[in-house]
Structures are given as structure tokens and as C-alpha cells.
């Protein structure tokens, strides 16, 4: 029985190369569609509810790896634009522990593309690849999508996608929002040059004052961060503020306050980049934190 | 004529699927990506995670912090990553990254595709997702990578109202982020 297994995972893992008809060139639009077949693929095993083990060794009646099985995760890196790796298994205290890893490596050639697909890493019970039935469909995905050479449907990708976001997240940190104080011997025309290069929308621009739109879309729409800039002689003073407006949600208190210390920060560098002596002073602005999911 | 979608991925409500970005040519280009970069990083919100570390011979709970780490592709095709990382108190970045929920890569597409898709005197921008993790059917992390995505985008937006942005999802809901009453980690 055990041979018989093995013979069949050897069969099952072992390697598969084969010239494929990806669109050339391969960097131009080859390297797009062989990396939406692996997105496919890797989507479709995601939508399967497999069971991954953190056992291992002998378990003859099967329990311990019954009480340590918890829910697959399929985990995919790409590596530069010529290389995919698929793995199936399980994250645990000690880092990653695999059913099985996939390679995918496209070879570009003046003559064509050829794949190699190879199974690096895998995980027996009695010479039995474990969840070998993902392991054999996601080869079959892939292979089968390269055959054909072209952009995927995508419909396991988008329901994976969509699913993700309407999953609950976590409650972001609570963070406060500083006002900061910059000090620059730019001249203020050269302060408005630099400020322009901060990436968010501006609202508002006066010879003293500068206003930026947090976001585009949602509440952070509706939230503005402003910049008051003052001519003191030999030095030019820039008082950065995004003033509180608690909205009742962390979520969207925690939006607000990451964005505004990121357009805080983008401003120091930018300024930074031409005044290595610029001076920084910060002053949080300390205010009650809102009640979590209301 | 070859259409767009036969050329590149328009699968818009994909957090997965690669965005090419237009903006006008500058001799600033590599600056104003590493800046849109670093901005849309810091602006994803953090959270804080309890996740289980081996102490000793022994299992015990720990809160991690999880946030946007970027950092540069030394000798690859991107110029710059980032990643969702579980950070444990002041260890070495690369420590962190080891704990990636998922890696998003940027880099300046010379091919003629990407140019002709963008239109003269532009320069492309690829945003690929280069790492993720799949759970019971939906993308790990979601939310961070599609306003991580979002932002990004908004960035070069800003910074050029003519920008072309075409491919995957880049638009932000409040309501995709809803919080969990407990931590939703079924990792052991």
C-alpha cells in the first residue's frame, strides 16, 4: 500500500516542462497573463475548505492530527516576473509548515515560452501527498491556463477579492493626530515649489496658507489638514494642523489620524530635501479616544 | 485593433490585479514614487494582532503590531516594496518581513504595451501584488491592501489630476473596513 503511494506522489510531483503560447514579448504582455493564470489558479484552491495539520510524525490512529488541524491558507510570492511560488499549508509558532509548494518558472527564449512546474516541498502520510487533490487541480490550473496562452475569466480572483473585503478586520491602534511646527530658510516661493511634490489633493492655496483634501473618497473626503505659512525675516515657519473632529468610529478616527501624520511627514521630507537644517517641533494634541464600533 | 482587456488584466474590483499608472513625464519620476510610496505606507492604519510565539518550549500569546513596512528591491525589477508585516517589539525589520501578509511591488514599465497603453509622453507605472495569502475563500488582509492600493494611486492622482490608471481595484469604501469583536487569527 505504502509503495503503491509513493509511486503515485512521485508521479504527481514530479516535474513538467513545456512550451506554452504566452503573448510576446514575454516582459511586454506574456509576463501580465502568465501572472493573472497563477492569480486563477491560486484563487480557486483558496475557495476550497481544505484542513492543514501542524503534526508531524507517527500518528497511527490519527488524533493528534485531528486536534491540530486548522484551516489551509494557500500563501503565493512572485519572484521578479518569471517566477510564482504556490504553498498550501499551515502558519504555526515556528513559521510556515507546507502540505506542498508549487513552482512555477517561465523561460523566455527567442523561440518561445516554456514553463517548468515543479513540486519543491511536499508532505506524506503513508506516501500519500496530504491535500494532494488541491495539489493536482492547481497543477492542472496552471498548465491548462499557459496551454491556452491567455488572460484568465478571473471570476475565482474577483470572488476572493470581494470576499476578503467584506471579511471584519481589526480595530485599528487609536493614534493622535500631532500639530507640527517646521522652521526653513527656503524662501516662501521655493516653500510653495516643494510643497507641491506632497502627494495630496489640494483644496486650497493662498501665499500663507495651503489646504489638503486627506483622501478622495469616504469621510476622509470631508477631512482637511492645513499648513499656515509665515515670513519671519530670515526664516520661514510652517504650522502644520489637522484639527480633531472625532467621529465616533475608530476606523475612521484611526483613517483620519494616519493620514494626516502621513501628509505631516511627506511635508518634512519634502522641505528636508532642499533644508538639511530644517528645525521640527511637534505638539500632539491629546483628545479622548471614541468609542470603538459605534 | 487589440482591445485593453486583451492586453491588460480589467478586472477592477480585483485587490490582486496588477494597476498600471500614466503620469506625465518628469525628471522627478523616481522621486515622486518613492514619495506617493512612503505617504500611502504610513497612511494605512495599524492594528495589533495577538498571535502565539514560542517561548522557551512553550506557546504563549502575544500582541504584535501589523503595518506597512516598505523598503527597496535590491537588484530585482521593483523599486520599491511594501509589506504588510507583524512587527514584535524593535526586532530588525528583516525579521518582520518574515511575517508578511502581503507584499505589493512598484516599478517603471518600459515595454511598448505599457507605454502605448498610457499614452505619449507619459510615464507607466506598474503596481503589482507580488505576495498574498488566500483563507476560506478571500484574501488575507484585504482591507490594507485595497486602501494601501487606493491611496497609492490617489498619490500620482494628486500630484497629476491627468494621470491614466487602468487594471485592478483602486477605490476605497468606508464600509469594507467593519471591525471584528475578536481576533479573527485561526492560526494556532
Known amino acids: 500500500m505504502g509503495i503503491s503511494n509513493r509511486i503515485a506522489t512521485k508521479i504527481r510531483t514530479a516535474a513538467k516542462t513545456e512550451t506554452v503560447p504566452l503573448p510576446r514579448p514575454y516582459l511586454d504582455t506574456g509576463a501580465v497573463v502568465a501572472a493573472a493564470i497563477v492569480r486563477a489558479a491560486a484563487s480557486t484552491i483558496g475557495q476550497l475548505k481544505l484542513g492543514s495539520s501542524t503534526f508531524r510524525g507517527q500518528d497511527v490512529l490519527g488524533i493528534r492530527e485531528a486536534r491540530s488541524t486548522y484551516l489551509s491558507t494557500v500563501k503565493v510570492s512572485q519572484r521578479g516576473l518569471v517566477g510564482w511560488s504556490v504553498s498550501l499549508g499551515v502558519l504555526t509558532v515556528s513559521g510556515w509548515t507546507a502540505d506542498w509548494m508549487v513552482n512555477v518558472v517561465v523561460e523566455d527564449s527567442p523561440v518561445g515560452a516554456t514553463v517548468n512546474v515543479t513540486t519543491p516541498a511536499t508532505l506524506t ?19 491548462s491556463g499557459l496551454r491556452a496562452g491567455k488572460l484568465p475569466a478571473g471570476t475565482a480572483e474577483l470572488a476572493v477579492s470581494k470576499a476578503g473585503l467584506a471579511a471584519e478586520e481589526l480595530e485599528p491602534f487609536y493614534a493622535l493626530i500631532p500639530a507640527q511646527t517646521l522652521r526653513t530658510k527656503l524662501p516662501v516661493a521655493e516653500v510653495h515649489a516643494t510643497l507641491a511634490l506632497v502627494p495630496f489633493p489640494v483644496a486650497d492655496r493662498q501665499p500663507d496658507r495651503l489646504r489638503w483634501q486627506l483622501g478622495t473618497a469616504g469621510a476622509l473626503a470631508d477631512r482637511f489638514a492645513h499648513a499656515r505659512i509665515t515670513d519671519q525675516g530670515d526664516v520661514r515657519t510652517i504650522e502644520l494642523e489637522c484639527p480633531p473632529q472625532p467621529t465616533g468610529s475608530a476606523v475612521l478616527d484611526g483613517l483620519v489620524a494616519r493620514r494626516a ?30 468609542t470603538a464600533g459605534v | 485593433m487589440t482591445s485593453t482587456t486583451e492586453l491588460f488584466p ?66 530585482g525589477d521593483y523599486i520599491k516594496l511594501a509589506q504588510l508585516c507583524d512587527v514584535r517589539g524593535d526586532e530588525p525589520a528583516a525579521e518582520s518581513r518574515k511575517r508578511s501578509r502581503w507584499m505589493v511591488g512598484v516599478r ?30 478571500r484574501v488575507l488582509e484585504a482591507q490594507q491592501l485595497a486602501l494601501f492600493r487606493h491611496y497609492v494611486v490617489a498619490g500620482f492622482q494628486a500630484l497629476d489630476p491627468a494621470a491614466v490608471v487602468l487594471g485592478g481595484q483602486h477605490d476605497w469604501r468606508d464600509d469594507w473596513w467593519s471591525t471584528a469583536q475578536t481576533n479573527p487569527q485561526s492560526s494556532p
Open chain 1, 261 to 290: 501624520g502621513a501628509l505631516f511627514q511627506s511635508v518634512q521630507r519634502t522641505i528636508y530635501r532642499l533644508d538639511r537644517d530644517i528645525e521640527i517641533t511637534s505638539e500632539p494634541i491629546i483628545r479622548q479616544r471614541p
Open chain 1, 125 to 143: 502520510r503513508d506516501g500519500t501527498l496530504v491535500n494532494k487533490s488541491a495539489h493536482g487541480e492547481l497543477r492542472d490550473l496552471v498548465l
Open chain 2, 108 to 137: 517603471i514599465a518600459p515595454d511598448d504595451v505599457s507605454r502605448q497603453l498610457v499614452g505619449p509622453d507619459r510615464t507607466p507605472i506598474r503596481v503589482d501584488v507580488m505576495g498574498y495569502q488566500l483563507q476560506a475563500g
Open chain 2, 10 to 75: 480589467s478586472l477592477a474590483e480585483s485587490v490582486l490585479a496588477p494597476i498600471l499608472i500614466g503620469i506625465t513625464t518628469t525628471e522627478r519620476d523616481t522621486e515622486v514614487i518613492g514619495e506617493v510610496w512612503d505617504v500611502a505606507a504610513f497612511s494605512v492604519p495599524v492594528t495589533s494582532p495577538v498571535l502565539k510565539v514560542l517561548v522557551g518550549k512553550a506557546s504563549q500569546p502575544l500582541k504584535h503590531s501589523r503595518r506597512v513596512i516598505t523598503g527597496v528591491s535590491v537588484g
